[in-house]
Each structure stands twice: as structure tokens, then as C-alpha cells.
């Protein structure tokens, strides 16, 4: 009975655990609605800034996706790392976009809200 109650709780444990992975538990992925409260409370957007960005996004989600997508399907080295510049590019040409929109001040806010994520990001790795 003892052997069938503690096999029960690990498989109980397991499937808990699988589900959290599937689900994405350690990465959180947010949506461009999310960013974009975060980016308007964050950088205190005027509505013209907000309508501009919120456009920004969309474009980029929708240019994004498709990438993500095949980098997940790729299967040499070679490929993903192509697949990577373009990511890579994509990210440079809407943080332009973004900047351009953007005053000074919010700008350097913006730069250092990112500074400080990519330090938060190496701190997890190390861990």
C-alpha cells in the first residue's frame, strides 16, 4: 500500500513538472498589449507616441513570428544561424523605429530599462 501511495505522489510529481515546462513556466511571454501598458507607464507615452508604438509592435510581431517559427524548425547549424542575423536585424530596425518615436529623456530611460534587463539576464544565467 505504502509502495503504491509513494509511486502515485512521483507520478503525480512528474506530470506537474512536464506541465509546467509545457506551459512555458520559466519564460513568460508577453503580449503586445502587455508591452504596451508597460512601455506607456513606464516612459509616460503621450496618446500620439502610444497610437505610433502600438503600431511598431504589431508590424514587429507580425515579422517576428514567422522567424521564431522557423528557427524552431531549423535543423542545421547554418540555417539557424541565418535565421538568428535576421532576428538579430529585425531587433536593431524596430528599436530604431521605437527611438525615433521617443523624446530624448524617454529614450535614455528606455536604454537603461534595457541595460538593466540584459544585467538581470546574465544574473539567471549564472544561476
Request: with cysteine.
Amino acid at each position: 500500500m505504502k509502495r503504491l501511495l509513494i509511486v502515485c505522489v512521483a507520478m503525480l510529481t512528474v506530470a506537474l513538472c512536464s506541465s509546467a515546462f509545457a506551459q512555458g513556466a520559466f519564460y513568460k511571454e508577453t503580449s503586445s498589449e502587455q508591452r504596451m501598458d508597460h512601455l506607456t507607464n513606464m516612459l509616460d507615452l503621450t496618446v500620439d507616441q502610444q497610437v505610433k508604438i502600438k503600431d511598431i509592435i504589431k508590424r514587429r510581431d507580425a515579422e517576428m513570428e514567422p522567424l521564431f517559427k522557423s528557427l524552431a524548425e531549423a535543423n542545421d547549424k547554418e540555417e539557424q544561424r541565418e535565421i538568428k542575423i535576421d532576428i538579430l536585424e529585425q531587433h536593431q530596425r524596430y528599436r530604431k523605429e521605437l527611438n525615433d518615436v521617443l523624446t530624448d529623456a524617454q529614450e535614455k530611460k528606455y536604454q537603461e530599462f534595457l541595460q538593466k534587463r540584459m544585467q538581470e539576464r546574465k544574473m539567471q544565467k549564472k544561476s
